[in-house]
């Protein structure tokens, strides 16, 4: 072997762990759409001039999406068919959300209540009775979550929603 | 032997097997680039939210609750609107001409810019809170007539806050679309 082939020989790259890394990077970020889209269907939300900018929560917040027909989804498993009038199902979700959450003592109402929110998720066409329907049952004794946050379009760059949250 | 494998061998003996290095530089780069995009999704905002509550009130409680003075507002339907469907999404339509009025208290307000310059001027009443004493502004309940929609709430919500009420509740709904009647 001359001194030259031995030169050629020291300038190549490993290219292994950094096709490693693109590979572990690609199967990670697939996960992670997954996961996040999972909480959140396809809607049209209507646009807010003065909606904050939603920052992931600290504690438990809910996802559940209304569609334009009234279907009532939650994680991509469908808690009210369109004009379903059997609640059951749907309240035994709320229960179960109300479970869940961070509880505190209100003295207005003397008893504990669940302090973390609801995000409701429906699309700008949806119909008001069937999110009407979900606060009704958000309201009942098992459940009794008041907090309730109603998702709207991002907020655009310099909009006065998005200057507050910037603290302006 | 003759000379030429004698000197092969002797240069075999002369160069010693070079340690494999393995070139780390490419796996840092991409480990950079995958902190710099964690940091950068962290404060990432998908969306924008406009926070409500609901009554706490609902069902047996044992203490008395002290009334408070709220304003009322109510949603209703003017034109429901013609269904047109949307080219991006087969599923979903979108409602062309469809328009809502307001009461706000006894008060009809028939425009969002009115009913924005009437809420600032109702945000000027503070009341006593029976809790604490001190005094703040009247409570919102919004109250939806059938047809109305999610929009046209979260309209109402958005000029709400930016007057400054920050207790904004739900007063429930009054019928549907086709049935206007139902509870």
């Given at each position: 072997m001359s001194k030259k082939d031995v030169r050629e020989e020291q300038t190549e790259m490993d290219m292994t762990p950094m096709i490693d890394c693109v590979f572990q990077l690609i199967i990670f970020f697939f996960l992670v759409i997954d996961l996040q889209n999972q909480e959140l269907e396809p809607?049209?939300?209507?646009?807010?001039r003065f909606a904050v900018p939603d920052q992931p929560p600290e504690g438990q917040r809910p996802i559940v999406n209304v569609l334009q027909s009234g279907e009532t989804i939650y994680k991509r498993k469908t808690?009210?068919?369109?004009?379903?009038?059997d609640y059951s199902k749907l309240q035994g979700l709320l229960e179960y959300f109300a479970k869940n959450m961070t509880k505190k003592f209100d003295k207005a109402v003397g008893k504990e209540l669940p302090d973390d929110p609801l995000l409701i998720r429906a699309d700008k066409w949806t119909e008001m009775h069937h999110i009407a329907k979900i606060m009704e049952t958000c309201g009942l004794t098992n459940v009794q979550i008041w907090r309730v946050e109603l998702a709207v379009g991002e907020p655009k760059a310099g909009s006065p929603g998005a200057a507050?949250?910037?603290?302006n | 032997m003759n000379a030429l494998e004698l000197k092969k061998k002797r240069e075999k003996r002369k160069k010693k097997p070079e340690e494999p290095k393995m070139d780390m530089t490419p796996m840092i780069?991409?480990?950079?680039l995958l902190l710099i995009f964690f940091l950068c999704l962290e404060f990432k905002t998908l969306e924008g939210k406009l926070a409500s509550n609901l009554p706490k009130d609902v069902g047996v409680n044992k203490t008395k609750a002290e009334p408070i003075e709220k304003l009322d507002l109510r949603i209703a339907m003017l034109n429901p609107g013609t269904r047109v469907p949307d080219k991006q999404d087969y599923r979903r339509y979108e409602?062309?001409?469809?328009?809502?009025?307001?009461?706000?208290?006894?008060?009809?307000?028939?425009?969002?810019?009115?009913?924005?310059?009437?809420l600032r001027s109702a945000a000027k009443v503070e009341v006593p809170d029976p809790e604490t004493g001190k005094r703040k502004k009247r409570p919102i309940t919004i109250k939806t007539s059938g047809g109305v929609c999610y929009k046209d709430v979260t309209e109402v919500?958005?000029?709400?806050?930016?007057?400054?009420?920050?207790?904004i509740t739900f007063g429930g709904g009054e019928g549907t679309l086709k049935n206007p009647k139902a509870k």
């Open positions: 809607v049209k939300l209507p646009v807010a808690y009210l068919e369109a004009d379903e009038q507050k949250a910037a603290g | 780069d991409v480990t950079f409602l062309e001409g469809h328009k809502v009025y307001y009461y706000l208290g006894p008060r009809k307000v028939t425009s969002m810019t009115e009913l924005e310059s009437e919500i958005d000029v709400a806050r930016d007057a400054n009420f920050t207790e």
